[in-house]
C-alpha cells in the first residue's frame, strides 16, 4: 500500500483539482462551495488555494503546508474509495481522503453546514 501511497502524495492538486470541480459541478454544485469546503479542511485562502493549483504543488506539500488543518477534520466519517476514514492509519493519506470524503458529500447534495463539521 505505501508505493500506492507514494504515488498519490506526489501527484499535484492541480492534476486532480478538475476533477474535483467536474464532480460538484455536475451535480448542481458550484466552484465556489467547493473552495469552501477545501477552505474549511486546510485554512487555505481564496488566493492561497490558487497558488497551489498555479504552482501544481504536490499533495504531500499541500498538506503540509496547509495554513490551519482543520481541527473538526476528525468528525469527518464513513467510506471512501472502501476505506473508512477515520480507520486510515497513514496521517497524510487521511488528510487526502477526509477531503474526498466533503468534496463526495458537497457532490452528493449534502447541506453545507453538515459538511464543514462542529463539535456537538
Not at 504543488?57 to 496547509?66: I, L, Q, Y
Not at 488543518?69 to 466519517?77: D, M
Given at each position: 500500500?505505501?508505493?500506492?501511497?507514494?504515488?498519490?502524495?506526489?501527484?499535484?492538486?492541480?492534476?486532480?483539482?478538475?476533477?474535483?470541480?467536474?464532480?460538484?459541478?455536475?451535480?448542481?454544485r458550484?466552484?465556489?462551495?467547493?473552495?469552501?469546503?477545501i477552505?474549511?479542511?486546510?485554512?487555505?485562502?481564496?488566493?492561497?488555494?490558487?497558488?497551489?493549483?498555479?504552482?501544481?504543488?504536490?499533495?504531500?506539500?499541500?498538506?503540509?503546508?496547509?495554513?490551519?488543518?482543520?481541527?473538526?477534520?476528525?468528525?469527518?466519517?464513513?467510506?471512501?474509495?472502501?476505506?473508512?476514514?477515520?480507520?486510515?492509519e497513514?496521517?497524510?493519506?487521511?488528510?487526502?481522503?477526509?477531503?474526498?470524503?466533503?468534496?463526495?458529500?458537497?457532490?452528493?447534495?449534502?447541506?453545507?453546514?453538515?459538511?464543514?463539521?462542529?463539535?456537538?
Amino acid at each position: 500500500m505505501s508505493k500506492n501511497n507514494e504515488r498519490v502524495f506526489a501527484m499535484s492538486f492541480a492534476s486532480v483539482y478538475p476533477h474535483y470541480v467536474t464532480k460538484v459541478e455536475s451535480k448542481g454544485r458550484s466552484k465556489d462551495e467547493l473552495h469552501e469546503v477545501i477552505r474549511w479542511l486546510t485554512g487555505y485562502t481564496q488566493k492561497g488555494l490558487e497558488k497551489v493549483i498555479e504552482k501544481k504543488t504536490n499533495f504531500r506539500d499541500f498538506f503540509e503546508k496547509a495554513p490551519k488543518f482543520n481541527p473538526n477534520a476528525h468528525l469527518i466519517k464513513g467510506v471512501i474509495c472502501g476505506y473508512r476514514v477515520e480507520e486510515i492509519e497513514d496521517p497524510l493519506m487521511q488528510k487526502i481522503r477526509y477531503l474526498d470524503k466533503i468534496i463526495d458529500e458537497l457532490a452528493k447534495g449534502k447541506k453545507m453546514e453538515k459538511i464543514l463539521r462542529k463539535p456537538e
